[in-house]
């Protein structure tokens, strides 16, 4: 009897063995071959593995990199704040007449003219407009007219910056591509120009990027914006959120005015709300850096001045928008002469789109702080080379 039970259990030993070693072998093989699905696993343990595409996402979230790339906390504003109630042209002769009556400046007898207007750059603003037999004229204010023999019609720029719902965690910027050589700016998989490796992606003008990291190269600085992706940093206008105070700033917010990158953060409640780009002062009419107060606003203003003693730099404009002073004759304020942002251009004030100039004054109150500063340290800060500023 114990002979045949040997038997037996014999039997069933070879019956189940092989099935559970081959089970079990399967089982440790399919472990050993799955891959991670697509994810960032640099800070997660798992027993899949993370090769291919996860492997790949993975080594980019080391450098900072999320792919897919974070959304933008944030929006534009509302495009109403781009409307204005004045029109604009372009002075575009010298000592242009100005007239008292339409039918005078239809005949355009410049011996009947009761003033002119004869700064080297003139913006007029107008106030309505006739035609009558192929003539053009600007009412310029009640009962004044001129021609357009002598004004172009402009149309006001209506770029925006953004208004934040957070404060991002990463340094971002816009696309600059009209500071480019030739008006195209295509990223290259390294940074530098010692290997031709461009990469085929083109960026349009104002394209909001991430910036992940910076490396020298070509004795310029260089901006990685994504993956194998890299800029000079003169195409691209940074912003570098930054929530802590300047020294001096006694509340929880401010105004900061980047020099070097060209930019304009706005900070409430120590948070991030608003950036876009700006143009200080070229020079040498340089925006002054320091800490200072908003002191007065005015939604329109004219403004003149001249810098040189013959008066040849001599600047006239009418109904400057959404003007807030802040360091004697410098101020923020609205440019519709301003075809494009990112680079100084003005006689030391700090000059934005219609729209950022009005969502800004929408904002501000008198006496809240504007801290101007230059990271690159190339805006000279002695005293001694300001003036009052301008336009």
């Given at each position: 009897?114990?002979?045949?039970?040997?038997?037996?259990?014999?039997?069933?030993?070879?019956?189940?063995?092989?099935?559970?070693?081959?089970?079990?072998?399967?089982?440790?093989?399919?472990?050993?071959?799955?891959l991670?699905?697509?994810?960032?696993?640099?800070?997660?343990?798992?027993?899949c593995?993370?090769?291919?595409?996860?492997?790949?996402?993975?080594k980019?979230?080391?450098t900072?990199i999320?792919?897919?790339?974070l959304?933008?906390?944030?929006?534009?504003?509302?495009?109403?704040?781009?409307y204005?109630?004045q029109?604009y042209?372009?002075?575009?002769?010298?000592?242009?007449?100005?007239?008292?009556s339409?039918?005078?400046?239809?005949?355009n007898?410049?011996?009947?003219a009761?003033?002119?207007?004869?700064?080297?750059f003139?913006?007029?603003?107008?106030?309505?407009?006739?035609v009558?037999?192929?003539?053009?004229?600007?009412m310029?204010?009640?009962?004044?007219?001129?021609?357009?023999?002598?004004?172009a019609?402009?149309?006001?720029?209506?770029?925006q910056?953004?208004?934040?719902?957070?404060?991002?965690a990463?340094?971002?910027?816009?696309?600059?591509?009209?500071?480019?050589?030739?008006g195209?700016?295509?990223?290259?998989?390294?940074?530098?120009y010692?290997?031709?490796?461009?990469?085929?992606?083109?960026?349009?003008?104002?394209?909001?990027?991430?910036?992940?990291?910076t490396?020298?190269?070509?004795?310029?600085?260089?901006?990685?914006?994504?993956?194998?992706?890299?800029?000079?940093d003169?195409?691209?206008?940074?912003?570098?959120?930054?929530t802590?105070?300047?020294?001096?700033?006694?509340?929880?917010?401010?105004?900061e005015i980047?020099?070097?990158?060209?930019?304009?953060?706005?900070?409430?409640?120590?948070?991030?709300?608003?950036?876009?780009?700006v143009a200080?002062?070229?020079?040498?009419?340089?925006?002054?850096?320091?800490?200072?107060?908003?002191?007065?606003k005015?939604?329109?203003?004219p403004m003149r001045?001249?810098?040189?003693?013959?008066?040849?730099?001599a600047?006239?404009?009418?109904?400057?928008?959404?003007t807030?002073?802040?360091?004697?004759?410098?101020?923020?304020?609205?440019?519709?002469?301003?075809?494009?942002?990112g680079?100084?251009?003005?006689h030391?004030?700090?000059?934005?789109?219609?729209g950022?100039?009005?969502?800004?004054?929408?904002?501000?109150?008198?006496?809240?702080?504007?801290?101007?500063?230059?990271?690159?340290?190339?805006?000279?800060?002695?005293?001694?080379?300001?003036?009052?500023?301008?336009?």
């Amino acid at each position: 009897m114990k002979h045949i039970l040997f038997v037996l259990l014999g039997i069933l030993i070879l019956s189940f063995s092989p099935t559970t070693n081959v089970h079990a072998a399967e089982d440790s093989f399919k472990t050993a071959s799955e891959l991670c699905l697509p994810g960032n696993y640099s800070f997660t343990v798992t027993d899949c593995q993370a090769d291919g595409p996860s492997s790949y996402q993975s080594k980019m979230a080391l450098t900072g990199i999320s792919l897919p790339q974070l959304p933008f906390p944030a929006v534009k504003p509302e495009f109403e704040l781009t409307y204005l109630d004045q029109q604009y042209g372009y002075v575009h002769t010298q000592n242009a007449p100005v007239y008292n009556s339409m039918e005078d400046a239809l005949k355009n007898q410049r011996g009947k003219a009761i003033r002119h207007v004869s700064s080297s750059f003139s913006y007029i603003s107008y106030i309505d407009s006739a035609v009558e037999d192929g003539k053009r004229v600007y009412m310029v204010a009640p009962g004044e007219w001129m021609t357009a023999h002598d004004v172009a019609r402009v149309t006001a720029p209506v770029f925006q910056g953004l208004e934040f719902t957070e404060t991002p965690a990463l340094t971002f910027g816009w696309v600059l591509t009209y500071l480019s050589q030739n008006g195209i700016v295509e990223t290259k998989r390294t940074p530098g120009y010692d290997i031709d490796d461009y990469t085929g992606h083109i960026l349009q003008n104002h394209d909001l990027v991430w910036v992940y990291d910076t490396a020298e190269a070509n004795g310029m600085e260089w901006y990685q914006l994504g993956p194998d992706e890299w800029v000079p940093d003169n195409l691209i206008a940074r912003v570098i959120p930054n929530t802590n105070p300047p020294v001096g700033v006694d509340n929880d917010r401010w105004i900061e005015i980047n020099l070097y990158e060209q930019t304009i953060t706005i900070y409430d409640h120590y948070q991030l709300v608003f950036a876009t780009l700006v143009a200080s002062g070229l020079e040498p009419l340089w925006t002054r850096p320091g800490l200072f107060k908003i002191y007065d606003k005015l939604e329109t203003t004219p403004m003149r001045g001249s810098f040189e003693a013959d008066g040849s730099d001599a600047y006239y404009l009418e109904d400057v928008p959404w003007t807030m002073y802040f360091d004697e004759a410098r101020a923020l304020h609205g440019a519709y002469w301003r075809a494009n942002l990112g680079f100084p251009q003005s006689h030391g004030c700090v000059n934005m789109s219609i729209g950022d100039s009005h969502w800004i004054f929408n904002w501000a109150n008198e006496g809240d702080w504007v801290y101007v500063w230059d990271p690159s340290g190339r805006t000279p800060i002695d005293e001694d080379l300001y003036g009052e500023g301008g336009a």
